[in-house]
């Protein structure tokens, strides 16, 4: 590796991507997706020749610090199935790849929005970029009531409640324990999502109960979540490296059967989970990344 490339202002934000353990999977794919971009363009002028393999290890390492990120685990794979051009070319196609991810978050927003009807009562677990971004869409359409979960342990729904409320939303905030008793009480359920593979979602632990709440309920549960969390069997295999025997990934995510969501909001329309199932199954992997795993 060049000695200076540890300075430069990308490889920093990469490192910093890597280690933000608070960020949103959306947040963090976006960040790395143009600091990836903005490595690639530097190298393609200063170091061509190597400048691919140089990429390859930027991705590599946020894979392996970040392995149940979607998004990351998406670069990854984009960036080793661009081939064996320099990295003038990586750089072009990396680059396209961030302006895609810039997108994202506002065409699922745009879908998600039009589920809200006004006066409807809307549930949120955890602290997703993209369900903000949906809340955001629809207050602009109509008026409605958010009910935020704790999302203990880390306790991200307490900021998101605080942030709604201070943003001019009419917002309630619940203990997990209360969400689940009262999600009858809802019009709708909204999830966020680490990673999405073909039958199974990893996200924040206490997902399982509520959308289990939800379905018994008959309420609808919806994740809300761009294509870039959608993973091949074999990605999404690599990221469960972290899950223990009761399907707790680090304490702070899980697993979660798909069919137990009413649909996945996401930028190309409402997908139903057998339909995106089929879809994340049906994704190309790079041979490298079968072999070698996560890193």
Not at 151 to 173: K, Q, W
Not at 193 to 203: L, S
Not at 226 to 255: C, H, W
Request: charged share 20%; net charge negative.
């Amino acid at each position: 590796m060049l000695p200076e490339i540890r300075r430069w202002p990308a490889w920093r934000q990469i490192e910093a991507v890597a280690a933000d353990a608070e960020a949103s999977a959306s947040a963090l794919g976006a960040r790395a997706a143009q600091a990836v971009a903005d490595l690639a363009k530097q190298l393609a002028v200063v170091d061509p020749a190597s400048g691919r393999d140089l990429v390859r290890a930027a991705v590599d390492m946020l894979a392996a610090q970040q392995p149940t990120v979607a998004p990351l685990a998406s670069l990854r794979n984009e960036t080793y199935l661009a081939g064996d051009g320099d990295a003038a070319e990586l750089a072009e196609r990396i680059n396209e790849l961030a302006d895609r991810q810039q997108a994202r978050v506002a065409g699922v927003a745009r879908v998600g929005a039009a589920l809200i009807d006004p006066g409807a009562s809307i549930m949120v677990h955890s602290s997703s970029s993209s369900v903000r971004a949906m809340l955001d869409r629809a207050r602009t359409l109509a008026e409605f009531r958010v009910v935020c979960t704790e999302a203990l342990p880390v306790g991200e729904g307490r900021l998101l409640a605080a942030d709604l409320g201070a943003a001019g939303f009419s917002v309630e905030l619940l203990s997990d324990e209360d969400a689940v008793a009262w999600v009858g009480g809802v019009d709708l359920v909204a999830f966020g999502a680490d990673a999405i593979g073909p039958g199974r979602v990893i996200n924040k632990v206490g997902t399982s109960d509520l959308a289990r709440a939800a379905a018994n309920h008959g309420v609808p549960a919806y994740l809300v979540a761009g294509l870039d969390k959608m993973l091949p069997e074999p990605l999404f295999e690599a990221a469960l490296t972290a899950v223990d025997s009761d399907e707790r990934i680090g304490g702070l995510s899980e697993l979660v059967p798909l069919e137990w969501f009413h649909g996945v909001v996401t930028e190309e329309g409402v997908i139903r989970p057998d339909q995106l199932a089929q879809r994340a199954a049906a994704l190309a992997v790079h041979p490298d990344l079968v072999t070698n795993g996560p890193a």
